[in-house]
């Protein structure tokens, strides 16, 4: 935190520094006033995206665990978990196909057999309750 206090701080001087040095050769007066203006808004808003960065925390995701006793409890095939987690990528039926190596049709059947067994009608319905059962991540 200091670290960062202290590169603002050195950034701000900096600046400064660059203003009086360009009053003093007379730049500041050929160039229009909105230019400067603009050039000081950049450079803070770049100096306060850097900060913001540099504070904010990242978030660690922990690993997937599927939850399997779900699966076997909705009697969840393998294929079917492999389409749903396809699913949640947001490929087409024909893309999902292609990949697997099956026909389309196949894969409608498989599509239908998870809203099923789920218990919904949509895609994005199939995703959010498999993610509330730790199905996919």
Known sequence: MART???????????????QWLDY??????????????LLAIGFVSLGIWVGKCLTPRAIRPDFIRNDAAARAIGLTAREAEILA???????NKELARSLGIS?????THV????????????????EKARFLALIA
């Open 5 to 19: 206090i202290i590169l603002y701080g050195l950034a701000l001087a900096i600046a400064a520094t660059l203003l």
């Open 25 to 38: 050769r007379h730049a500041v007066r050929a160039f229009s006033t909105e230019l400067y203006i603009a």
């Open 86 to 92: 396809l699913l949640a990528s947001g490929g087409s």
């Open 104 to 108: 389309p049709n196949t894969v409608k």
């Open 112 to 127: 239908a057999r998870v809203y099923d067994k789920l218990g919904v009608s949509r895609r994005i319905e199939a995703i």
